[in-house]
């Protein structure tokens, strides 16, 4: 089992930057998992924002493409999230996760390993 933890989130006008990161400590890291974030805002279900794969492979949900950035630091077992232009739609609990294989697929069902989330609330 991996365990991630999460931090970066705040409160922020339209407009700012925020960087998310997720720390994963756990016997399980060795192997090439898959990283991604998701959000869920109150009522909604939890969407994929961000994944990419041990190697670097990445992709984005559509509405976030051009303005976040995911990206890893294998050293450091840490996986980032770099959020610029910030909308009041982006506001939401932000999760980190652990897939359960080498891809960073878009369903939440293929990931083994969530963090406890952190708000990110954009003001307008």
């Known amino acids: 089992q991996v365990q991630l933890v999460e931090s970066g989130g705040g409160l922020v006008q339209a407009g700012d930057s925020l960087r998310l990161s997720c720390v994963a400590s756990?016997?399980?890291?060795?192997?090439?998992?898959?990283m991604a974030w998701f959000r869920q805002a109150p009522g909604k279900e939890r969407d994929y924002v961000a994944g990419?794969?041990?190697?670097?492979?990445?992709a984005y949900l559509d509405s976030v493409k051009g303005r976040f950035t995911i990206s890893g630091d294998n050293a450091k077992n840490t996986v980032y999230l770099e959020m610029n232009s910030l909308k009041p739609e982006d506001t939401a609990v932000y999760y980190c996760?652990?897939?359960?294989?080498?891809?960073?697929?878009?369903?939440?069902?293929?990931?083994?390993?969530w963090g406890q989330g952190t708000q990110v609330t954009v003001s307008s």
């Open positions: 996760a652990a897939s359960r294989g080498y891809y960073a697929p878009r369903e939440p069902s293929n990931y083994a390993s």
């Open positions: 756990g016997r399980t890291l060795s192997r090439n998992i898959g």
């Open positions: 990419i794969t041990r190697g670097g492979n990445t």
